[in-house]
């Protein structure tokens, strides 16, 4: 969870790793704003405000209708054999993960699915944009997710295959937008206090 301590010596006991390479760790995860570093205090698991929450939800509304609108340009070109094949199965691995009770598995699936369509795309830019932004939107799911809402529907992620199979780029782009919108309506965007949780819990679950 957002806020939850990173200890330097608890998670190298976890990983039998040394501290150097946990302090390499929270370094990289530091750069990519995953992890917030306080003086004389350590480590912790990034908490974002909720307008950063809204920012980064912001820029995929810009990023990823662009995003499908190029796949379907390149498919209908004939340089993405297979895209839609691929699409559908991870959407099928992220119901059956749903189905089963498995939030963790299906969450990771929900933004993969959205790093794929990038890759997709052949966009070396727009794939490294959704693998910077995913986790960030995690993070806010985390930060601020109703509970009794889904963050990220997949019957959403079905109707976006089935425009992009159709070749309707802007229906495929209207989707998206209204996917996104709906992620950010799911937000309660207020700062609540979290249950903290024990860290090799959380690391494996």
Do not use: W
């Amino acid at each position: 969870m957002p806020g939850t301590k990173l200890s330097e010596e608890r998670v190298a006991e976890l990983f039998s790793v040394s501290r150097t390479q946990v302090r390499g760790a929270l370094a990289r995860l530091a750069a990519e704003q995953l992890v917030t570093v306080y003086p004389n205090r350590g480590a912790f698991v990034t908490t974002p405000t909720a307008d950063e929450a809204r920012d980064v939800l912001g820029v995929r509304k810009t990023l990823e209708p662009a995003v499908v609108a190029r796949l379907v340009e390149r498919i209908a070109q004939g340089n993405a054999p297979g895209a839609v094949k691929q699409l559908r199965a991870l959407v099928k691995r992220e119901q059956q993960t749903l189905a089963a009770g498995d939030r963790r598995t299906s969450v990771r699936l929900s933004g993969e699915f959205h790093i794929l369509l990038a890759q997709l795309s052949g966009s070396t830019i727009m794939t490294r944009m959704m693998r910077e932004l995913t986790p960030l939107t995690c993070l806010a799911n985390l930060t601020f997710e109703a509970p009794e809402l889904s963050a990220c529907p997949n019957l959403d992620h079905v109707s976006i295959i089935d425009a992009i199979e159709a070749g309707k780029a802007k229906v495929a782009m209207a989707v998206m937008i209204d996917h996104l919108q709906h992620i950010e309506e799911s937000l309660v965007l207020r700062n609540e206090e979290k249950t903290e949780m024990d860290l090799a819990q959380a690391l494996f679950g």
